[in-house]
Structures are given as structure tokens and as C-alpha cells.
């Protein structure tokens, strides 16, 4: 069973870069994508972007300039930063191992980061 | 991108089907077999059900089915249970690196 331990702030201020961390347990690091995945309050999910540990990362093209997802494999953690936040982005923040041909699906979930961005 | 459409509330009793759609377009839904669900119930994170339009994950109870047409893809619940209560989205591929979800869907067991 893959496991996933989101960690990180819950509050950011505005302008400055959101940074979260994700710690995959066990041997399956090196045998998924991870996502990053966020969920506006009531609203529904955004996909952020995905890694590979040994590939470049792929972003939405919507975030594209602000979001960083990179790789520790020494570590089995997957971290994104989201520089230049606004109130627009407090969000549920959710990493997941990502499947399929097209690298379209979401398996296994993190518990969610609430990330609120505020002074 | 925009969002995939989904209905906003769908209800049902206990021991009933309801089906809930997903329509997006020949861009994403309609080009691609690779339809996710998921299901979220409050303060959870949320859970896969079916991918590849009509796969289910080891775990996930037959009850789940999914369907393709055109742009539309489709969720199916049989012999609804309370605990089916809970929010339910799709996803699909959009071409170019790029996943799109669905608006989600509130399923309320009566």
C-alpha cells in the first residue's frame, strides 16, 4: 500500500511562496508520477502539475510561470512551491500518485494541506 | 481548459441506481478513453472509483460502473447506500499535458 504524508505552513502571506512537501512511503517512489492537486473552498479540483523522479516535471499551462514541483529521492518526497500567491490560491492542496497511459488518473491521495493565504 | 460539466446534485433512495454525467468536449472526454471518477466525502480526501472509463480499483465495490458516448461519460451507482453519500468528479486527459476535472456532483442518499 502507497502512503502519502503531506507536510508544510497552513498560512501564507500574500506575494510570498506557498512550499509544501509530500513523503512517499515504502519502495514505490520510483514507480510513479506525482501530482500535485488543489481544491479551491467549494470548488473542484485543479491539476497543478506531475513529476517523474528521473524526467523533467510537466505543469498546467494555467500556473505554468509561478509553479515548481521537483523530487528528493533520497528522501521519497515530492515538493511544490507556488511563488507570487494571492487570495486566489487558499486552497486544499493534495499530492497523488498518478497512473495510467496517459498519466491520467489518481490513485493514492496525501490527506490534504489547507493552505490559506492571508496576512 | 475549462471544467468537465457535471450536474450539480443528484439524489436517490436507498437500493436505486442513479447515473451521473460528465460532458466535456471532443477535446478532452470525446478524443480520449481515459475517464476517471472520484469520490470525496466532507473533509476527505478523495477517492478513486473507476479509471479508464470502466476499470475499477482492487477494492472498489461492482456497485461502480462507468460508461462512454461522444463527449459524454457516465458513473452509474447500483443499490445505492447511505454511504455513497459524498461528491463525485471526473477527470479526464485534455491533450498537451493537461488534465481537466469535472464540476462535481453532490449524490444525497433520501
Known amino acids: 500500500q502507497v502512503q502519502l504524508q503531506q507536510s508544510g505552513p497552513g498560512l501564507v502571506k500574500p506575494s510570498e511562496t506557498l512550499s509544501l512537501t509530500c513523503t512517499v512511503s515504502?519502495?514505490?517512489?520510483?514507480?510513479?508520477?506525482w501530482s500535485w492537486i488543489r481544491q479551491r473552498p467549494g470548488k473542484g479540483l485543479e491539476w497543478l502539475g506531475y513529476?517523474?523522479?528521473?524526467?523533467?516535471?510537466s505543469y498546467n499551462p494555467s500556473l505554468k510561470t509561478r509553479v515548481t514541483i521537483s523530487v528528493d529521492t533520497s528522501k521519497n518526497q515530492v515538493s511544490l512551491n507556488l511563488t507570487s500567491v494571492t487570495a486566489a490560491d487558499t486552497a486544499v492542496y493534495y499530492c497523488?500518485?498518478?497512473?495510467?497511459?496517459?498519466?491520467?488518473?489518481?490513485?493514492?491521495w496525501g490527506q490534504g494541506t489547507l493552505v490559506t493565504v492571508s496576512t | 481548459q475549462s471544467a468537465l460539466t457535471q450536474p450539480a446534485s443528484v439524489s436517490g433512495s436507498p437500493g436505486q441506481s442513479i447515473t451521473i454525467s460528465c460532458t466535456g468536449t471532443?477535446?478532452?472526454?470525446?478524443?480520449?478513453?481515459?475517464v476517471s471518477w472520484y469520490q470525496q466525502h466532507p473533509g476527505k480526501a478523495p477517492k478513486l472509483m473507476l479509471y479508464?472509463?470502466?476499470k475499477r480499483p482492487s477494492g472498489v465495490s461492482d456497485r461502480f460502473t462507468g460508461s462512454k458516448s461522444g463527449n459524454t461519460a457516465s458513473l452509474t451507482i447500483s443499490g445505492l447506500r447511505a454511504d455513497d453519500e459524498a461528491d463525485y468528479y471526473c477527470?479526464?486527459?485534455?491533450?498537451?499535458?493537461?488534465?481537466?476535472f469535472g464540476s462535481g456532483t453532490s449524490v444525497t442518499v433520501l
Open positions: 497523488a500518485s498518478t497512473e495510467g497511459g496517459l498519466f491520467e488518473y489518481f490513485h493514492y
Open positions: 513529476i517523474f523522479h528521473s524526467a523533467s516535471p
Open positions: 515504502g519502495d514505490s517512489f520510483k514507480s510513479y508520477y
Open positions: 471532443s477535446g478532452d472526454v470525446g478524443d480520449y478513453d481515459v
Open positions: 477527470s479526464s486527459y485534455a491533450g498537451h499535458t493537461n488534465y481537466v
Open positions: 479508464e472509463v470502466t
